[in-house]
């Protein structure tokens, strides 16, 4: 059983659709994070979270919209993104801001 | 300049060798660093902290040097599941929440 766990595992997508990732952690962590994986680059650090408020925000387009309802649960909803978005969306958790990070598998999208 | 930078590979290395990979990092300030391993297709995990004194957790060696702002990680009779994606990562410094990724560094052990 992982301890952060991401829904749904693949999602193909139009550019006018709106759809959701999810993000659950079971480990009692206070931070939570959305990072952007594309094939020959490294990872990007798009929103965090400490304690349910976003602490930061990486220049990340508004067709991006984090939602943290509580410190155990994070949302990416998604809408008229564009084919340059298709790459593994990685979800992650830590005991503070800063500290190691558990990654969950992962939310592959790609938007046709 | 990119913040952390590492030659991506990939390394072929036989089985029972030593492989030694470094990464650089460009701020200063920066307090906190990690190996990182990443399977294909899989999501990263933690391999082990830097730091400062070095430290050794089995086969494998991490060093830091401050001074010429770099880390590296040694691994000694490597084993074919040794074979991945070796990340470096540095915490930014300056109170930023994230840690910043390098893009990894291919390595396959061969029989």
């Known amino acids: 059983e992982t301890g952060v766990t991401q829904t749904p595992r693949h999602l193909v997508m139009g550019m006018t659709n709106k759809k959701s990732l999810k993000c659950e952690q079971h480990l009692g962590h206070n931070a939570m994070y959305w990072y952007k994986q594309s094939a020959k680059k490294p990872l990007e650090l798009m929103f965090v979270y400490n304690f349910k408020e976003q602490t930061e925000n990486n220049s990340v387009p508004s067709r991006f919209s984090p939602e943290c309802p509580n410190s155990s649960h994070l949302f990416l909803h998604l809408h008229t993104l564009q084919p340059e978005d298709s790459a593994l969306y990685l979800c992650?958790?830590?005991?503070?801001?800063?500290?190691?990070?558990?990654f969950g598998e992962g939310s592959r999208l790609t938007v046709l | 300049r990119k913040e952390v930078e590492q030659d991506p590979g990939p390394f072929n290395v036989p089985e029972g060798a030593t492989v030694a990979f470094n990464c650089t990092y460009s701020?200063?300030?920066?307090?906190?660093f990690f190996w990182y391993r990443q399977d294909c297709r899989k999501e990263p995990k933690l391999l082990m902290s830097v730091y400062s004194s070095g430290n050794e957790d089995g086969r494998f060696t991490a060093q830091l040097n401050r001074a010429s702002q770099y880390i590296s990680l040694l691994i000694r009779d490597s084993k074919l599941s040794d074979s991945a994606t070796y990340l470096c990562?540095?915490?930014?410094?300056?109170?930023?929440?994230?840690?910043?990724f390098g893009k990894g560094t291919h390595l396959i052990i061969q029989p």
């Open positions: 701020n200063s300030a920066s307090q906190s």
């Open positions: 990562v540095v915490n930014g410094g300056g109170g930023a929440d994230g840690l910043t």
């Open positions: 992650a958790s830590s005991q503070g801001a800063g500290g190691e990070l558990f």
